[in-house]
């Protein structure tokens, strides 16, 4: 088929909630896709930051087959050794952690809210989780009602009840905002769907914990998007050396496979008990076997360091191209969690890099996000680099 004639048959099938490239994709290599045409892509954008190992990686394509040919699906009624190593393996890169195991992002946080409300249940009825302005946390009811970004909610009212929303990177806001019936405050450390915005504050995860601490809340990380190695450490609170009661994972943990987890202290995860939360698909020995190729080639392969040396090499030849023009107000972020904050919005440069075969992400508006693989080669780098040049008009 050609591009044009998936594109028609999609949109007279598909509910029309995503605004689609009318680009239909077969294949992929590395940090290549391939359209139904033959056209190549260099990939910085990895489905949404998940294909972080890029595409058709071979340890987790041949994890992700043999696992197939033995076993699919069997449920939460039993175990299976690929969903035990996994949760094992998040358990230790956690420190002693308890995993839930699900399917997405919203899942993942979802399971964290729940826990949060269960432990508040028992000590006091308490239930209002704190979150951020210009949060994403997901699209389900709750999920959506912990996202601080209004454009998200219309048309969804009555939302769940129970979240307080305060500026990010403001802890004086965080204390103020704090109730008898508070039970958590659930953050993205570096918010990413938001502008890949950074704390300015370089106390701000610190104080949150110390408040916590304090007030006998649960801290919450939602790293669905910095986790997995995005910014150089496996959990990008690592950059800060603060720990939270709760992460959340899902994107990049299976490189392409549905997956999510929450992440919690023991004492944390104790509310959880037998027949609290469940999820049919969780812990799907396939996305599990995916996950654990994943995890050891993080380990193996040289991918972190790789991933904090190439998003350095990215940051700094953008500031540079920054300098030149009058167009971009900052380039932020951390390892492979980049984005270029325009003075217009991005969608036209994003749509100019594409047509210069280059996929990039505009987001928040004004914000061109780089998500490349996190084992982006130099050479591979300075090819998007010389199309977002050209896209921003500083060749
Ligand atoms: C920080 C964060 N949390 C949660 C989600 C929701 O994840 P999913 O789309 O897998 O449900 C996203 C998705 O972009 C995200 O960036």
Sequence with gaps: MTNREVVALAHGALMDVYACAPIALERGEGAYLYDVEGKHYLDFFCGLAVTSLGHAHPGVTRAIVEQAEKLTHVSNVFHTEASARLAAELSRRFGDGRVFLCNSGAEANEAAIKLARRWGASRGSRY??????????????????????????????????????????????????????????????????GGVVLPRDERYLDGLRELCDKRGLLLIFDEVQTGVGRTGKFFAYEHWGVRPDVATLAKALANGLPIGAAVATPQAAAAMTTGAHG?????????????????????????????????????????????????????????????????????????????QGLIVNATAGNVLRLLPPLNLTRAQADEGLAIIRRALGAA
């Design 128 to 193: 209002e989780i704190v979150t951020a302005l210009n949060s994403f946390h997901g699209r389900t009811l709750a999920t959506l009602a912990a996202t601080g970004q209004e454009k998200y909610h219309v048309g969804f009212q009555p939302l769940p009840q129970g979240f307080r929303m305060v500026p990010f990177d403001d802890l004086a806001a965080v204390r103020a905002a704090l109730r008898d019936h508070t039970v958590a405050v659930m953050i993205e450390p570096i918010q990413g769907e």
């Design 279 to 355: 999820s049919t698909f969780g812990g799907n020995p396939v996305s599990c076997a995916s996950a654990l190729a994943v995890l050891s080639a993080l380990d193996s392969d040289g991918v972190l360091e790789n991933c904090a040396a190439i998003g350095g090499y990215l940051a700094e030849r953008l500031r540079a191209i920054a300098k030149r023009i009058d167009k971009v107000v900052e380039v932020r972020g951390k390892g492979m969690l980049i984005g270029i904050e325009l003075r217009h919005e991005a969608r036209s440069t994003a749509q100019a890099c594409l047509e």
